[in-house]
């Protein structure tokens, strides 16, 4: 084959890709993340810190501050509360 027909080959796959992934759900394609806010962090009822909020530019879900990233500052104040028990 050709180096024109490879790549016209390649084209013709990657429109089709393209094709399919226009008309793909994110249980295909995973979300697409984008952040939107904040939310209460919750770690106690007098708190002012906050968590990353996103919302998927493709279908409109909210992770209402249910990430990793929200999990992780979470985790932060939980050990940043406990330490300042034991003082």
Same mark, same amino acid.
Do not use: F
């Given at each position: 084959?050709?180096? !024109? $027909? $490879?790549?016209?080959? @390649? ?10 992934? %226009?008309?793909?759900? =994110?249980?295909?394609? #995973?979300?697409?993340?984008? *952040?939107? +806010? #904040? /939310?209460?962090? #919750? =770690?106690?009822?007098?708190?002012? !810190? /906050?968590?990353?909020? *996103?919302? !998927?530019?493709?279908? +409109?879900?909210?992770?209402? %501050? ?5 999990? @992780? ?10 330490? +300042? $028990? #034991?003082?």
């Amino acid at each position: 084959m050709r180096l !024109c $027909e $490879e790549i016209e080959e @390649a084209e013709a796959r990657l429109a089709y890709l393209k094709r399919l992934a %226009g008309a793909a759900t =994110c249980v295909d394609l #995973g979300h697409d993340w984008q *952040h939107i +806010g #904040g /939310s209460n962090c #919750g =770690c106690d009822p007098e708190a002012c !810190c /906050s968590v990353p909020v *996103h919302t !998927c530019t493709r279908c +409109g879900d909210c992770d209402y %501050g249910q990430n990793d990233e929200a999990d @992780a500052k979470r985790a932060l104040c939980a050990a940043l509360a406990q330490a +300042g $028990e #034991g003082e």
